[in-house]
């Protein structure tokens, strides 16, 4: 079992950077395919941007592309979410997520990650 905590949400102006991070225990993350989800009020959980164990390859929502960049360090069990020209819709709890993709599989599901965080708060006024 892995455990996941986040950090680094906050308060900040549209424009503004922030970077979360997940510290993870129990169990090196090399194995997993790592991911970051966000959930605003009153809608459902989705996809942000995933990175592969390997950790060349990474995914994104169109509209984070650009703006949000996701990286992995292996040997310190930790995930990052750099979020640049933060804007209002960015707005919600932002979780980390581990799991394993099959071969074929899509790093966009939330079904394709088995642990999760508690998630960090990301407010972003206009």
């Known amino acids: 079992q892995i455990q996941l905590v986040e950090s680094g949400g906050g308060l900040v102006q549209a424009g503004d950077s922030l970077r979360l991070s997940c510290a993870t225990s129990?169990?090196?993350?090399?194995?997993?395919?790592m991911g970051w989800f966000r959930q605003a009020p009153g809608k459902e959980r989705e996809f942000v941007a995933a990175?592969?164990?390997?950790?060349?390859?990474?995914y994104y929502t169109d509209s984070v592309k650009g703006r949000f960049a996701i990286s992995r360090d292996n040997a310190a069990n930790s995930v990052y979410l750099q979020m640049n020209s933060l804007k209002p819709e960015d707005t919600a709890v932002y979780y980390c997520?581990?799991?394993?993709?099959?071969?074929?599989?899509?790093?966009?599901?939330?079904?394709?990650?088995?642990?999760w965080g508690q998630g960090t708060q990301v407010t972003v006024s206009s």
């Open positions: 997520a581990a799991g394993f993709v099959p071969d074929g599989g899509s790093y966009y599901s939330k079904d394709a990650y088995r642990y």
């Open positions: 129990g169990r090196t993350i090399s194995s997993y395919a």
């Open positions: 990175i592969r164990r390997s950790s060349i390859i990474t």
